[in-house]
């Protein structure tokens, strides 16, 4: 049975990351552009996939948050905007899952732009820019296919209706009085953004794989063809990158099951697919964290602002007291 009912656990649950994300998001990207030794292309990268993480973080877990009516293909929005107005809930869709698209694609240039400078120095795996143009193309198409294909995959809001009633008529009186609902049907548009992201996941996990372990190679022969100090800030780098690897498995793997699930046609797998949306929320709050610990800079400029915040409160209390004794 199809249950329209919001659990009231997802909904805090959404709040409380989006809100906890939104301030790890703004210091990690106050720690890049300020805290960083200079922007170049590989930092450049990085800001971008932390401002997509904290943009689609708000967007789902605050303004517009997702709840899905399984066994259809089918989710309705609420949060702060889903609550209050009627949007068209394609194109929120649609943002979100072209938004982890771009993030996935920031990090692998993470990845390539870093290779890239370091094989430079070691005369290494060197890319040709035609190559470079191609990823840069690639980039940028396939966004705005996925973003596109989603619409076309969408019904308008009478369609839907004679879907329900016909496959779902025990559920057509309750479904036609909700509101902000996406519904699909596995249609050629659909079925393309599902090939598309089993094809994109497999060469994403093949860049990042081959590039780390590319990397740990050139790394191992680095350390006598350069000063230490290019040494120890190349390697950090690079570990950081691994960390963001390992980490990017809570962005990956997450929409992998829950397409699997969602097509599925499996009738009790509807907290299956709310416990996958929480994981998968939780995605970005954790690639902060991972950029924060694995970053020296960063690292120590968090750890800085500890003691001081313990000197202030020492000192305020101080002041109270001698307050109190005149």
């Known amino acids: 049975m199809i249950d329209f009912v919001i659990p009231q656990w997802l909904v805090i649950y959404y709040y409380s990351v989006g809100t906890v994300s939104l301030v790890l998001n703004s210091i990690t990207i106050y720690l890049i552009i300020f805290r960083s030794d200079n922007i170049d292309s590989f930092r450049y990268y990085i800001l971008v996939f932390q401002t997509n993480c904290a943009i689609t973080d708000v967007h789902t877990t605050i303004l517009m948050q997702p709840y899905p009516l399984h066994p259809m293909i089918c989710g309705h929005y609420k949060g702060l905007v889903g609550t209050f107005f009627e949007v068209n809930s394609y194109y929120h ?163 992998f099951f829950y397409m699997i699930v969602s097509t599925s046609g499996h009738g009790n797998a509807q907290i299956a697919i709310q416990c996958i949306l929480a994981v998968f929320s939780l995605r970005s709050s954790v690639n902060a964290i991972v950029l924060i610990v694995t970053t020296p800079p960063y690292r120590k400029f968090v750890l800085r602002i500890k003691p001081r915040l313990n000197s202030i409160a020492v000192s305020s209390s101080g002041n109270s007291n001698n307050a109190l004794h005149h």
Request: hydrophobic share 45%.
């Open 93 to 255: 869709a649609a943002f979100s899952i072209t938004s982890i698209i771009t993030q996935v694609e920031a990090l692998i240039f993470c990845f390539y732009r870093k290779h890239q400078t370091i094989a430079k120095v070691m005369n290494g795996h060197v890319c040709p820019k035609a190559f470079t143009y191609f990823m840069n193309t690639s980039a940028t198409v396939t966004p705005i296919f996925i973003f596109y294909a989603l619409l076309e995959a969408g019904m308008t809001r009478q369609e839907q209706l004679d879907y329900v009633k016909k496959y779902y008529p025990e559920i057509f009186q309750q479904f036609s009085v909700t509101t902000n609902i996406a519904l699909y049907t596995l249609n050629i548009w659909l079925q393309s953004v599902c090939g598309a992201a089993a094809v994109g996941g497999f060469i994403s996990s093949f860049a990042f794989s081959a590039t780390t372990f590319d990397l740990f190679r050139m790394l191992r022969s680095m350390r006598k063809r350069v000063s230490a100090y290019n040494y120890k800030r190349h390697k950090s780098a690079v570990h950081s990158l691994f960390a963001q690897f390992i980490a990017s498995t809570v962005l990956l793997i997450p929409p």
